[in-house]
């Protein structure tokens, strides 16, 4: 059975850099295509960032520059690297998993394996 865990979220304070870990069981990430989501409640779920197969990425736009997702194939781990934190930012993080055949990989549309979330927030 496929899972996916994310860990590393914390309140941290505006301006501040944090990682965020998804690990999978059962599932060899970079054979997928993996994804970062997050949500506020109330709102949409919205993308973050995405990285297929090849290791070709994706950045929803809010994020660009600030915000870098990869991988280790090693320790089947995936990662999301957020620097100059906002406020805005402040979130449930999600990893998500699609199975690749060939398909664009971005963080968007349907994904059907998800982690279970992991809250960051970004105090002012």
């Known amino acids: 059975q496929v899972q996916l865990m994310e860990s590393g979220g914390v309140s941290v304070q505006a301006g501040g850099s944090l990682r965020l870990s998804c690990r999978a069981a059962?599932?060899?990430?970079?054979?997928?295509?993996m994804a970062w989501f997050r949500q506020v409640p109330g709102e949409e779920r919205k993308g973050v960032a995405s990285?297929?197969?090849?290791?070709?990425?994706n950045y929803g736009d809010s994020v660009r520059s600030r915000f870098t997702i990869s991988r280790n194939d090693a320790e089947n781990v995936l990662y999301l690297e957020m620097t100059a934190l906002d406020p805005l930012d402040s979130a449930a993080y999600y990893c998500?998993?699609?199975?690749?055949?060939?398909?664009?990989?971005?963080?968007?549309?349907?994904?059907?394996?998800w982690g279970q979330g992991t809250q960051v927030t970004v105090s002012s």
């Open positions: 990285i297929d197969p090849n290791g070709r990425t």
């Open positions: 998500a998993a699609n199975c690749s055949h060939g398909l664009p990989c971005l963080p968007s549309g349907v994904f059907y394996f």
């Open positions: 059962k599932l060899s990430l970079g054979t997928f295509c």
